[in-house]
């Protein structure tokens, strides 16, 4: 039975080689392996996520199925007042379709409860169709554009889409 748990300090090197296993695959018709690089050394290094264990406006989950990290989760909380953003939510591609982004979307739900927020967001890449389509199943819609220069010469291209559960 899969377990979503709080993500620790020794967690952190494991989040940062699935994160690129995953984002090799997902974005690699999406994103330059430029970018995918760029972006992972600039999200997911294991000491950037430990300085984020600490802090409280965000919360790392890890998704465990047979003692193997097989996906997880970030949510943050942003600068509107009542608002949870879902920063990243990822799950193995072999582990799709089995209804663990619903345990994921509804563990951040309770977060949102739990930090007595009422607005839950998200940002998805626009080419990302998969990752869309599921958000809009869980109940997400699409409420505008969100085009961020990243540095690096880089800008993500994503949807903001957002659920008020």
């Given amino acids: 039975m899969p377990e979503i748990l709080p993500l620790t300090k020794h967690d952190t090197p494991t989040i940062s080689s699935l994160a690129r296993k995953i984002w090799l695959r997902q974005y690699q018709n999406i994103l330059s392996i430029e970018q995918i690089n760029y972006m992972l050394a ?22 465990v199925l047979d003692n193997t990290i097989i996906g997880f989760s970030c949510c943050v909380l942003t600068a509107v007042p009542g608002e949870l953003k879902i920063d990243k939510l990822y799950i193995c591609h072999n582990h799709h379709r089995q209804g663990y982004g619903k345990m994921l979307i509804e563990d951040a739900v309770s977060t949102l409860y739990n930090a007595a927020c009422n607005k839950l967001i998200l940002t998805v890449n626009k080419q990302n169709y998969t990752a869309i389509h599921a958000y809009q199943r869980y109940g997400f819609g699409v409420v505008g554009d969100s085009v961020v220069d990243i540095g690096g010469g880089f800008f993500m291209n994503d949807y903001l889409m957002t659920m008020i559960p």
Avoid at 52 to 60: A, M, N, R, S, Y
Wanted: charged share 25%; hydrophobic share 40%; net charge positive.
């Fill in 42 to 63: 600039q999200r997911y290094c294991p000491m950037l996520i430990q300085s984020q264990l600490v802090d409280e406006k965000i919360w790392w989950k890890k998704l």
